[in-house]
Nanobody, 116 residues
Framework: VQLVESGGGLVQAGGSLRLSCVVS????????MSWYRQAPGKQRELVAR????????MYADSVKGRFTISRDNAKNTMYLQMNSLNPEDTAVYYC??????????WGQGTQVTVSS
């Protein structure tokens, strides 16, 4: 099983980025998918989650109205559209998958840096 994130980078405050997570080696469509992030010196936190059929999404309060999680089951890919970025969004962003049997997988992370 592999989860590979991409799309991170350096952006100015107010800018946008789109993260992608390509999943292989598992039945992507069956899994709950999530984005987490970890800033330096802080615990990893849940950013957004999407159910297997995209019927339900949830967001951390800190990103509501700015971030949008989505998935394309035909492409085995999950996305995180991040708008109106601010320096507090600087972190390593991780892709997370949870199977129907509660087995969890993580990607290697992609760095997002927002300059003021």
């Amino acid at each position: 099983v592999q989860l590979v994130e991409s799309g991170g980078g350096l952006v100015q405050a107010g800018g946008s980025l789109r993260l992608s997570c390509v999943v292989s080696g598992m039945t992507f469509s069956s899994n709950f998918m999530s984005w987490y992030r970890q800033a330096p010196g802080k615990q990893r936190e849940l950013v957004a989650r999407i159910t297997s059929g995209s019927s339900t999404t949830m967001y951390a309060d800190s990103v509501k109205g700015r971030f949008t999680i989505s998935r394309d089951n035909a492409k085995n890919t999950m996305y995180l559209q991040m708008n109106s970025l601010n320096p507090e969004d600087t972190a390593v962003y991780y892709c997370h998958a949870r199977t129907p049997w509660a087995v969890e997988y993580w990607g290697q992370g992609t760095q997002v840096t927002v300059s003021s």
